[in-house]
Structures are given as structure tokens and as C-alpha cells.
């Protein structure tokens, strides 16, 4: 398997910034970690090898990339306006998908604009599906597994404009059902995924469930069972589960 280690200046952040590649072609996959989570945790806690077959065979190129949760979602005892405004989503928008466009452009000898699938797991997961519906243009799969979907999370009580517009249950529920993102989301996949065990909350993924089914948003949702748990071992499982059906 083919990796690559990147240390670029973000103009966002006012900072650099690191990031692995995994893969020598095929479609973009953008891999956000769990909470406060680093860019490597995709290779340390053993993700690649869920996805090697795919990525070994030049289907997908993964992007694992660094969070900023220890200072946004994590941090609590801070002001939460300062929290809300640490500009880490226009890093992955303005940044990353250039960046990410522009290499599997290069190397499976593309041009124009591909789709990027979006893949996290936890707070991972409530990251991927807020990239996913508020940017229906630069994203087109996801795979979110055992997230939680309301801001309500990392801020409590507190709601801003910035806030709202990172809660996925806040916006898409006042989401007009003419909407014409709704339209997108319908063109593209999405799996959402969590388990009923120990350390999961299916209550938020059915909270959302009961919204994308109201609005005719056509998302795949799955609850595994009792003895799932919240842990890499029944990720890498639904991982292995789900991919194919987004790939395909």
C-alpha cells in the first residue's frame, strides 16, 4: 500500500497542518477521526486494513486528516462563540478538496471536478454527515458510523448561527422540502450507521432517521444490534460491510 505523509500551511488555520495518504488511485475518500482524534489514527488503530482491498486495488485513495475537537467540540471551559468560529470546516472545503481533486486527478488521469466520499466514525461520523449535507456540491458518499448528530453535543444549550449550521438535526429540520439540496443529497449515498450496545447513542441516528424520512432524503440507516458496541472492533465490520455498496 502505497502511503504519503503531507505538512502544508493552512491560510485558514494560520497553521500547518498534517495529513497521510493512503492509495495510488481511484475515488477520493476523506477520513475524519474520532474526537480530538489525529490525522494517523486511520493507520494506528488499524483502519487500513479494513479498507486495503479497495485501496490496494486502486478504487479509493483515503485522505486522513487532522481534527481541531480539542479546540471546538471538546473544549468547554472556553468561550463558545471563539469555539464556533475556529475556521476548520473552510480548511477542509477551500484546502483539502482541492488538494485531494487535484491529485486523483493526476494519478487516474481525470479531469474536472470528482466526488468526494466523506467517512467517520463517532465524533468522526457527526463531522462526515455535516460536510456531507451542507456541501451536497463537493461531496457525494458518505459513511458515518456510531455519530451523533446535534451541536448540542460539544455546546450544550448554546446555539449561534455557526452552531446551528454544524447541527445536522437543526438545519435539515428546517430544511424547506423544496429545497433544492434535496435533490443532490438523492443523487448520491449515504449510509448511516450505529449499534444498540454499549457506549452507543442510536437515539440521535434515529433522531435524524425520523427527519431525512420526512423530507423524502433517501439515506440508508442501519441499527445494527445489542452487541454492538461503541469501538474500532464493529467499525471495522460495518465498514467492511457498507463500502461496496457506496463504491458500487
Known amino acids: 500500500m502505497e502511503v504519503q ?84 470546516m473552510r480548511y477542509i472545503t477551500d484546502e483539502m478538496v482541492p488538494f485531494m481533486r487535484d491529485m486523483v486527478n493526476l494519478r487516474n488521469g481525470w479531469t474536472g471536478y470528482p466526488g468526494i466520499m466523506v467517512f467517520g466514525c463517532s465524533l468522526g461520523a457527526t463531522h462526515a454527515t455535516n460536510l456531507f449535507y451542507r456541501r451536497p456540491d463537493l461531496f457525494d458518499r458518505l459513511l458515518a458510523l456510531s455519530g451523533i448528530y446535534t451541536a448540542s453535543y460539544g455546546f450544550d444549550g448554546y446555539m449561534d448561527d455557526i452552531v446551528y449550521n454544524n447541527s445536522p438535526v437543526d438545519y435539515l429540520k428546517n430544511m424547506p422540502y423544496d429545497h433544492p439540496y434535496i435533490h443532490l443529497y438523492n443523487l448520491k449515498k449515504s449510509v448511516i450507521c450505529v449499534g444498540k450496545g454499549a457506549w452507543e447513542i442510536p437515539s440521535s441516528t434515529g433522531q435524524l432517521d425520523d427527519i431525512l424520512r420526512e423530507k423524502n432524503i433517501n439515506t440508508w440507516v442501519d441499527y445494527w444490534g445489542y452487541d454492538c458496541s461503541h469501538d474500532w472492533d464493529w467499525w471495522y465490520k460495518q465498514g467492511e460491510y457498507c463500502v461496496q455498496y457506496l463504491l458500487d
Open 5 to 88: 505523509y503531507f505538512k502544508r500551511y493552512s491560510y485558514n488555520l494560520n497553521r500547518d497542518m498534517e495529513f497521510k495518504v493512503y492509495g495510488h488511485a481511484g475515488r477520493p475518500v476523506l477520513y475524519i477521526p474520532c474526537q480530538d482524534g489525529r490525522f494517523f489514527d486511520f493507520e494506528n488503530f488499524k483502519m487500513t486494513d479494513t479498507w486495503a482491498p479497495w485501496i490496494e486495488s486502486g478504487q479509493v485513495m483515503v485522505f486522513s486528516i487532522d481534527t481541531m475537537d480539542k479546540e471546538t467540540w471538546s473544549n468547554k471551559g472556553a468561550d463558545p462563540r471563539w469555539r464556533a468560529e475556529r475556521q476548520w
